[in-house]
């Protein structure tokens, strides 16, 4: 099966590139909304589904124990640019645990911000674990992690060592979140390492879909991982700035949207997003995966179709629908688009 | 036409992302020898054409004039990382003409290198146009400029300011030049602006093959191009890193293979090659061209099928055939390569 184009990258007038994809819509009970491509070919959904990952964080009242506050909340849900304000949030849930930067198996990177890595690089530093896009993430594993040592009796820096490996008991916790929210078997899915080091599991981009119906909705969960849900997503609605930074899509949206889109990136052109007002969960994957420009502009598109109601809401999408390409002299070189007939020519169920 | 899939993207075994494109192999007299897609459709080259772009700069006696050694002439037909080997060579060609990076008008962009970028960065210092990965090109450009203005009795300040007009004579001459070489007609091609400034031309795929397999004969050129060629050829061969630097494909190409391969990536996942010993010319665009990775791939696979001819042509392409990916911590994740059957199953005229 071909994926049909999504989105066409213009240069003057002329389509110079495009990229193909998958999508779908899909509600609460399972039901096809609308969609495009293969949808029943698991796909790592990479760091698209971290809201997923960190329901049992909150769940389990781990969270509350240790006072994790929105912004806590929103970072364990993000692929952050590094800025410092990602940076200090990290450093303090861990401070909280009475652990530092050397807990994290993530690995470290320049911030994904530019500005921030430069500004870092002019300090004479070399970037930690807390720079990493995914600390946030983790801090929350370290969080659980102590949480679960606790109720055990064990010590938790022990406990905590090699928590990034599938079968260490918070990887276990947060892959039964993945699975039940997904309603995908992960024992016999696809699995790869991720960026940050954690397991990543092949899932159709259907059930990637449901499972966001289910955060949108709650409908589906277990009463504690619906609370846990919401919960969330009012985070990072109150604190976008913490899900992504300056100038991101993510971060963009919710700051206008605030509780009527989460959206979240993944790496390899993966998007997956809970529209609560409709009780609709969305998930696509761009073929190329390269980066995310081309699935930021399917995702606009498709909040435009579901979300949007007026003209601010308009206003807000304009420029992610249509992205401009500028030159190293900023002259305006180019566009890009979502490819004129992507939604309209949906297969649907309704 | 849906073009094929050239290159898999794979985390651990299994497909993650995959990409698709269009590619040519053409012999002197203009024959496809092999080819993939469509390769009829114009295709905007961006800086893969750089060493048509070159060829008056050598042919019209400029470059002699101005004593341009194989380093400036190797970094005019380059993308160049920044580092300062690029920085210095751009400098010595504007100084030997009287200028300063002033002159140039590419703009101005952070070293693509990324070390090179990090150490400019702790200078405390901004970039300036001779960091862009175009300013060996744009110094040719004030070369051949220079070298008109004076044929038409002109001063050469004034005659060189607004260079990157598509109208002005030294684009007109640059122009003519990659007309002739590809016999594609420009006037009614589509053009764009170029992420330096100066248009760029949509040309098929099949015509950018003939090109350069012009350039690797000579054959179908005009005597003086034909020895232009050969010169600029013999000049990245000689210092395959101003071509493009550390750790790139193009420089580790051509470190090996010198005078028997010339290879040239250019902006959204465009690749064009000569290979001078079976007098082929290949022209490669993925469809999505989102980066480099996949056309460095199927690049790769065009020379190990084309130009590869002992064990060491082949542990030399091993790696660039198979790039493996590794996630923050080092651990491999991943690998891409070129999909199975995309030159077993080319469409070929022989």
């Given amino acids: 099966m071909t994926n049909p184009v999504l989105v066409e990258v213009l240069r003057g007038e002329h389509v110079e590139s495009f990229h193909r994809g998958a999508w779908a819509v899909v509600d609460a009970a399972g039901a096809v909304v609308a969609s495009g491509g293969d949808i029943e070919r698991p796909i790592f959904p990479r760091s698209a589904v971290k809201v997923l990952q960190a329901l049992p964080l909150v769940a389990c009242g781990a969270a509350d124990h240790f006072g994790l506050d929105d912004a806590a909340l929103a970072l364990a849900c993000a692929s952050h640019g590094g800025e410092p304000e990602h940076v200090a949030v990290a450093a303090q849930v861990l401070a909280q645990l009475?652990?530092?930067?050397?807990?994290?198996?993530?690995?470290?990177?320049?911030?994904?911000f530019e500005p921030a890595k430069l500004a870092l690089a002019r300090t004479g530093e070399e970037p930690h674990p807390l720079h990493n896009n995914c600390s946030g993430k983790h801090a929350g594993f370290a969080c659980l992690g102590c949480w679960l040592a606790k109720g055990q009796g064990q010590e938790f820096r022990g406990f905590l060592s090699g928590y990034v490996q599938p079968d260490h008991p918070v990887m276990q916790t947060v892959s039964q979140a993945l699975e039940a929210a997904t309603g995908f078997a992960l024992r016999d899915a696809p699995m790869g390492i991720d960026g940050c080091s954690i397991p990543t599991f092949g899932i159709p981009l259907r059930h990637l879909a449901l499972g966001f119906a289910r955060v949108a909705s709650g409908v589906?969960?277990?009463?504690?991982?619906?609370?846990?849900?919401?919960?969330?997503?009012?985070?990072?609605?109150?604190?976008?700035?913490?899900?992504?930074?300056?100038?991101?899509?993510?971060?963009?949206?919710?700051?206008?949207?605030?509780?009527?889109?989460?959206?979240?990136?993944?790496?390899?052109?993966?998007?997956?997003?809970?529209?609560?007002?409709?009780?609709?969960?969305?998930?696509?994957?761009?073929?190329?995966?390269?980066?995310?420009?081309?699935?930021?502009?399917?995702?606009?598109?498709?909040?435009?179709?579901?979300?949007?109601?007026?003209?601010?809401?308009?206003?807000?999408?304009?420029?992610?629908?249509?992205?401009?390409?500028?030159?190293?002299?900023?002259?305006?070189?180019?566009?890009?688009?979502?490819?004129?007939?992507?939604?309209?020519?949906?297969?649907?169920?309704?």
């Fill in 98 to 112: 009475g652990l530092d930067e050397r807990a994290l198996e993530c690995g470290a990177h320049w911030p994904g």
């Fill in 220 to 350: 589906g969960l277990s009463a504690d991982h619906a609370r846990a849900a919401q919960r969330l997503r009012q985070a990072v609605a109150r604190q976008p700035f913490m899900v992504a930074g300056t100038g991101r899509f993510d971060t963009r949206v919710m700051q206008h949207f605030g509780e009527r889109v989460f959206c979240k990136v993944g790496a390899e052109g993966v998007y997956c997003a809970a529209f609560p007002e409709p009780g609709l969960g969305v998930a696509l994957k761009m073929d190329d995966g390269n980066n995310a420009r081309a699935a930021e502009v399917a995702m606009a598109a498709l909040i435009a179709r579901w979300v949007q109601r007026d003209d601010d809401d308009a206003d807000v999408l304009a420029p992610l629908l249509n992205p401009v390409l500028s030159n190293w002299r900023g002259l305006r070189v180019g566009a890009l688009a979502p490819y004129a007939h992507f939604l309209a020519s949906a297969s649907s169920s309704k």
